[in-house]
């Protein structure tokens, strides 16, 4: 699966920002969908991911309560929307999509499939 992803900027401390991981040449129908980020002279991180097929969620004890994790049927999509953003959260942000079954991932080396990365930064 070739993944597009979009929906970087500039934002300021507590700005709201939306990334979208679009898929094609296939469905997400059987993947797991994962977003991870890097800063720099940091190693990549997991931050946020869906099993497709059932809808279960999980996140990064640094982003809960504040970014939200969405699949869009119709476009064949993944949203993070991301609330209350911190300078920290600055970082390149990555989807990526492997096939596990029904389980989830927060490894980045357990993904096969991944889109260019989108930067976004927070400033103070």
């Known amino acids: 699966v070739q993944l597009q992803a979009s929906g970087g900027g500039l934002v300021q401390a507590g700005d709201s920002l939306r990334l979208s991981c679009a898929a094609s040449?296939?469905?997400?129908?059987?993947?797991?969908v994962g977003w991870f980020r890097q800063a720099p002279g940091k190693e990549r991180e997991f931050v946020s991911g869906i099993i497709w097929s059932d809808s279960r969620t999980y996140y990064a004890d640094s982003v809960k309560g504040r970014f939200t994790i969405s699949r869009d049927f119709a476009k064949n999509t993944v949203n993070l929307q991301m609330n209350k953003l911190k300078p920290e959260d600055t970082a390149v942000y990555y989807c990526a999509a492997e096939r596990f079954g029904r389980r989830i991932s927060t490894a980045y080396t357990d993904f096969n499939s991944w889109g260019q990365g989108t930067q976004f930064t927070v400033s103070s």
């Open positions: 040449g296939r469905t997400f129908s059987s993947y797991t």
